[in-house]
C-alpha cells in the first residue's frame, strides 16, 4: 500500500465514525472483515456512501432503502448483514 | 513540532447542538467564532436524539414550566441546582420557539401548532399524571435539530474547522482560559486557537462503558481536557442507563416507543412496571425503570435462554402508527435483534446512555470552581454546555427530551455570556504563557516515542470492561473498591500506549490514542466519585443503601445532598452544596421520589 492508499483508507475509515451507534457497529464489523486492500472503485463507492446524512445511510444499510445509484448496490450488500450482533 | 496561532474572539469544540447553538449567539454578535470538530457537524450525535424536547407549550393539554421544574428537580433526585433548572425551563419554550423559526420541521397538529407527546417523567401539576410536553420532528429531532442550526450558522459566517482535533486546554498563571491547541487531521499539523472566550461542547462520555448507545465519537474530549488542566469535574458517578438498548447491541430504543403506548413484560408476559410504577408505569423515569428491568431479571424473571434481558412489546400497537410516529424502531430491531416489532416483542436490558456529570457550570454557562472567596469562582474565558457540562440540572438522573433542551438553553446561554463579557468590557487577547503548549507537546512526544508500550484498543477493552463489571446500572460496595485499584492499573497503562503507526498525515490511530487519554480521566473520575459516595440517588443505585424510613430508597440526604468534585490530582474530591434556592419561586422541598 503505498502512502496515497494509506491516507485514502484512513480518511475512509475516520468517515466511518457517524452519528449513530447502528452505524457505527456496521462499519467497524465491515473494517474488521475486510481485507487489508479496497480496491479504488471499491473505495470510491464507499466514500460516496459515506458523504451521505447517517439517516440516509442507515436506511440503505437497514434495507429499507435501495441505492439510487445501482453502480452502489455492491458495496451496500457488502455492507449489510444478517442479525447476530 | 511547530505550533500555528490563530487567532479568534471565541473557540468552540465541538459542533453538535450545544456548539451550534453557542455559535449562533456569537456569531450573530459579530465576533469572530471558531468551531472545531472531529466530524462534520451534522454528524455530531445530537443526530442520534429521536424522542425531542421538552418545553410546556401546552399546545396539546395544560401545561406550565413550574410544573416541568417540579419534574426536573424530582427526576434529579434533588441534586439539580434548582436555579439552574428553573432557569432552564422557564427559557424553553423561548429556544424552541426560536429553533421553529430557524426552519426546524417540528411535527404538527391538525390546527398548525407543534405537536407535542408525553414522555417519561414529564407530569402536569407537579407530579399528578404524563403530560404531552415533547416537542419532534418524528424520530429526526436531533438530525433536524442539527441541519436547522448548522445552517444558520453558515448564514453567519462562524468558521468551521472540521477533522480538527482539539487537544489541550491553555490556561495562563492566573488559571484564565486562552484557548486550545488543536490538531489538524488532514496534516497533523498543530495549531493554537488563541480566543477571549473558550467554550466546549463535547459532549459526552459514553464509550467508557462496555455497552453503551453512545457512538464512538463520544470520548469525552472537554472533560479530559479541562481534569488535564486542573479544573475538576462534578458528579460523574452520575450515569443515565437507558432502558431499552437492544440487548446485544445497546442500540437504543427511544422511549418515545414507550410514550406512543409500548409496553415492558417479562418472562411471564406480564406488565411488570404497574407494580413498581403504579402511576406512571412504562413511562416512570428512566432510572426507575431500568431498576425494575434488572430486578425482574434478577429474580429470575428474565427472558431469552440465559433470562438476561426483557420484553419490550409494541405489537398491540397499528403497524400504520408504528412506521408513522416511529419508523426506525422496526429497522433497529430487525438488524440488531433479528425480530419483526410488529408481530414479536423487542429484547432490551438498561445500556449506559447519559453522563449527568460534567465540567461545572452556572445556569450562565461559564464554568465555576471552588476557590478561596466562593465555591462557584468563575473560570475567566471558559464556558460549557450541553452534556460535557454539568450546570447542574441534570441531577442525579436526567429526564428523557430534557437533554436537548439543555443543550439549546445552556449552549445559547453560554455564547449569551461570552458576548456579554466581550462587549461589556472588551479587552485585548492576553498574551499566551511561554508553557501554553507544553502539555499537548509533551503528550504527542511520549506516544511518537513510546517503546513496548499498551496496544490502544486492548486498553480501551479493559477499560470499558471494568468500568461495566464495577460501576455499572447497580453498584456493590466490594466491586466499587477493587474498580478505583482496577481504573487505576488501567490508567497506568494509557500512561504508555504505543501506537505502530508514526505518520503524520490522518493517522487515526494517533487520534484514538489522544482519545482515550480523555476517556480514562472520565472513567478515574466515575469510578472514584462512585466509591466515596455510600448512599443511593437517582441512576447511582448501591447494593449497601438500603431503604429505611430515615433513608427512602438509601437516599441519604443528610450526608450526601451535596455535589462532588473529582480533581485529577492525587484523585481528590471536594464537595460542594446543591443550590436549592429558586430563582424567583420557592423550593422545591425534598422527599421522597416516588412515581
Redesign the interface.
Known amino acids: 500500500m503505498n502512502?496515497q492508499q494509506?491516507?485514502r483508507r484512513?480518511?475512509l475509515?475516520?468517515h466511518s465514525?457517524?452519528?449513530?451507534?447502528?452505524l457505527?457497529?456496521v462499519m467497524?464489523r465491515f473494517w474488521q472483515s475486510q481485507p487489508e486492500l479496497l480496491d479504488d472503485l471499491q473505495a470510491e463507492q464507499l466514500e460516496c456512501l459515506l458523504a451521505m446524512?447517517?439517516?440516509d445511510l442507515?436506511?440503505l444499510l437497514?434495507?429499507?432503502q435501495e441505492p439510487a445509484d445501482p453502480a452502489l448496490q455492491g458495496m451496500v450488500a457488502l455492507l449489510r448483514q444478517?442479525?447476530?450482533? | 513540532m511547530k505550533v500555528t496561532v490563530r487567532k479568534f474572539d471565541a473557540v468552540i469544540v465541538g459542533a453538535g447542538g450545544a456548539g451550534l447553538r453557542a455559535a449562533i449567539q456569537l456569531s450573530e454578535a459579530g465576533l469572530k467564532t471558531a468551531v472545531l470538530s472531529?466530524?462534520f457537524p451534522?454528524?455530531?450525535?445530537?443526530?442520534?436524539a429521536q424522542g425531542g424536547v421538552a418545553a410546556s407549550l401546552g399546545n396539546s393539554e395544560e401545561d406550565h414550566w413550574h410544573w416541568h421544574m417540579y419534574d426536573t428537580v424530582k427526576g434529579s433526585d434533588w441534586l439539580g441546582d434548582q436555579d439552574a433548572i428553573e432557569f432552564m425551563c422557564k427559557k424553553a419554550n423561548e429556544v424552541v420557539i426560536e429553533l421553529e423559526h430557524y426552519g426546524m420541521p417540528f411535527d404538527r397538529l391538525d390546527n398548525g401548532r407543534i405537536y407535542q407527546r408525553p414522555f417519561g417523567g414529564h407530569m402536569s401539576n407537579f407530579g399528578e399524571k404524563p403530560v404531552r410536553r415533547s416537542c419532534a420532528a418524528a424520530d429526526?429531532t436531533g438530525?433536524a435539530m442539527l441541519h436547522a442550526m448548522y445552517q444558520r450558522n453558515v448564514k453567519a459566517n462562524t468558521q468551521f474547522f472540521v477533522?480538527w482535533l482539539a487537544l489541550d486546554l491553555i490556561r495562563d498563571a492566573e488559571g484564565d482560559v486562552l484557548g486550545v491547541t488543536a490538531m489538524e487531521?488532514e496534516t497533523g499539523d498543530l495549531y493554537a486557537f488563541h480566543a477571549k472566550a473558550t467554550i466546549f461542547a463535547t459532549g459526552g462520555a459514553g464509550r467508557i462503558y462496555y455497552s453503551?448507545?453512545?457512538?464512538?465519537?463520544n470520548t469525552g474530549d472537554g472533560a479530559g481536557m479541562a481534569a488535564r488542566a486542573g479544573i475538576p469535574l462534578e458528579d460523574m458517578e452520575f450515569w443515565q442507563f437507558h432502558p431499552t438498548g437492544?440487548a446485544?447491541?445497546?442500540?437504543?430504543i427511544t422511549e418515545g416507543v414507550r410514550g406512543e403506548g409500548g409496553i415492558l413484560r417479562n418472562s411471564a408476559g406480564e406488565r411488570f412496571m404497574e407494580r413498581y410504577a403504579p402511576n406512571a408505569k412504562d413511562l416512570a423515569s428512566r432510572d426507575v425503570v431500568s431498576r425494575a428491568m434488572v430486578t425482574e431479571i434478577n429474580e429470575g424473571r428474565g427472558c431469552g435462554p440465559n433470562k438476561d434481558f426483557v420484553l419490550l412489546d409494541i405489537t398491540h400497537l397499528p403497524p400504520e402508527t408504528i412506521m408513522k410516529r416511529l419508523p426506525?424502531i422496526h429497522?433497529?430491531a430487525?438488524?440488531?435483534?433479528?425480530v419483526d416489532a410488529l408481530r414479536e416483542p423487542i429484547p432490551v436490558v438498561p445500556t449506559c446512555h447519559y453522563q449527568m456529570g460534567g465540567i461545572p457550570t452556572n445556569f450562565k454557562g461559564q464554568v465555576v470552581v471552588p476557590g478561596k472567596r466562593s465555591q462557584n469562582e468563575i473560570v475567566p474565558g471558559f464556558y460549557a454546555a450541553g452534556e460535557c457540562a454539568c450546570a447542574s440540572v441534570h441531577g442525579a438522573n436526567r429526564l428523557g427530551t430534557n437533554s436537548l433542551l439543555d443543550l439549546l438553553v445552556f449552549g445559547k446561554s453560554a455564547g449569551e455570556s461570552a458576548v456579554d463579557e466581550m462587549k461589556q468590557s472588551p479587552k485585548p487577547h492576553k498574551e499566551l504563557p511561554a508553557d501554553a503548549f507544553d502539555r499537548t507537546l509533551e503528550r504527542l512526544h511520549r506516544l511518537n516515542t513510546q517503546k513496548d508500550g499498551a496496544s490502544v484498543h486492548e486498553t480501551q477493552l479493559d477499560m470499558q470492561r471494568t468500568m461495566q463489571k464495577h460501576a455499572g446500572v447497580f453498584r456493590f460496595a466490594d466491586l466499587l473498591k477493587q474498580g478505583v485499584q482496577k481504573i487505576i492499573e488501567v490508567q497506568k497503562d494509557v500512561e504508555r500506549t504505543e501506537i505502530k503507526d508514526k505518520?503524520k498525515?490522518?493517522?487515526?490511530a494517533r487520534?484514538e490514542a489522544l482519545e482515550l487519554d480523555n476517556l480514562i480521566e472520565v472513567a478515574v473520575a466515575t469510578m472514584v466519585s462512585a466509591e466515596a459516595r455510600k448512599e443511593s440517588r437517582g441512576a447511582h443505585v448501591r447494593d449497601d443503601a438500603p431503604d429505611t424510613p430515615e433513608r427512602p430508597d438509601g437516599r441519604d440526604d443528610v450526608n450526601w445532598l451535596k455535589h462532588s468534585l473529582w480533581f485529577k490530582d492525587a484523585n481528590r474530591l471536594e464537595y460542594k452544596s446543591v443550590t436549592l434556592r429558586p430563582l424567583t419561586v420557592e423550593t422545591i422541598a425534598l422527599k421522597k421520589r416516588a412515581y
Open positions: 502512502e494509506r491516507i484512513e480518511r475509515r475516520w465514525r457517524r452519528a449513530l451507534l447502528e457505527d457497529l467497524r446524512e447517517d439517516h442507515w436506511e437497514s434495507g429499507r444478517p442479525a447476530g450482533f | 472531529k466530524v451534522t454528524r455530531s450525535h445530537t443526530v442520534a429526526r438530525h477533522e487531521m453503551s448507545t453512545n457512538a464512538f465519537i437492544v446485544g447491541a445497546g442500540v437504543l426506525g429497522e433497529i430487525l438488524q440488531f435483534a433479528g505518520s498525515v490522518f493517522n487515526t487520534v
